[in-house]
């Protein structure tokens, strides 16, 4: 079946420093991937998302690129900010109407000043 | 626009009691979902709902879980009775279709003794 393993947290950053999650997928199919943010105390929210190969989502300054051949979805962002900390969940759908959206374990992510 | 309301936002019982959540989705938004996020690690989907139908729901535990859409609106979850094992937080999200786009709400944060 379908699975999502992203890279285990807490991950600590100073301010301004370059972010990477990794994320990597198993799927039958051409599914679409997703990295959901869930800010403390809040709900969660699709923070961006691709639907092909060779995609690239992007959004605040995050970008993930859909890479077929290494069934990879990393996250990345140039210069974080104290405020981009939260917790980073990445998914994946095949976006048919039985498919449910499978979700990763969830990266922890700490930005210091 | 107002988001995905959810109630309460805490809970605590005793094992073996039951207890209820109420999700009131986006306005005019046809899919509703319920999803339990278990501490570290990643939502699970529960049930879907399309309008007042049930689309999915292979991952509730149907001898003690229930849910219900009545009128295609809101939605209420049931745990009767609770394990311990239940305790978790219930997220309710919803889109305008199945393929959309999915709104979370808080969630409510369940703690059973």
């Known amino acids: 079946g379908n699975s999502v393993t992203q890279m285990e947290g807490p991950v600590t950053l100073s301010e301004e420093a370059f972010l990477t999650i990794n994320c990597t997928y198993t799927?039958?199919?051409?599914?679409?991937l997703f990295w959901y943010v869930q800010y403390p105390g809040e709900g969660l929210q699709l923070l961006l998302k691709a639907t092909k190969a060779d995609d690239k989502g992007s959004n605040k300054g995050f970008e993930a690129t859909y890479r077929k051949e290494t069934t990879s979805f990393h996250l990345e962002k140039g210069s974080v900010q104290v405020s981009d900390s939260a917790v980073y969940f990445c998914a994946l759908s095949n976006m048919n109407r039985d498919d449910k959206i499978i979700f990763g374990k969830g990266t922890r992510l700490h930005i210091l000043p | 626009e107002a988001g995905v309301a959810q109630s309460p936002r805490y809970k605590i019982i005793e094992k073996r009691q039951s207890v209820a959540f109420w999700c009131n989705p986006i306005?005019?938004?046809?899919?509703l979902y319920w999803y339990q996020q278990i501490l570290g690690q990643g939502p699970k989907l529960l049930i879907q709902?399309?309008?007042?139908?049930?689309?999915?729901d292979s991952q509730l535990p149907k001898d003690r879980f229930s849910a219900e859409r009545l009128k295609g609106v809101d939605s209420t979850l049931k745990i009767q009775p609770a394990k311990l094992e239940d305790s978790a937080v219930y997220l309710c999200?919803?889109?305008?279709?199945?393929?959309?786009?999915?709104?979370f709400g808080p969630g409510t944060r369940l703690t059973v003794l």
């Open positions: 799927a039958t199919g051409y599914p679409s």
């Open positions: 306005s005019g938004h046809a899919t």
């Open positions: 709902f399309q309008n007042n139908g049930v689309v999915d």
């Open positions: 999200a919803s889109s305008w279709d199945w393929a959309d786009t999915q709104y």
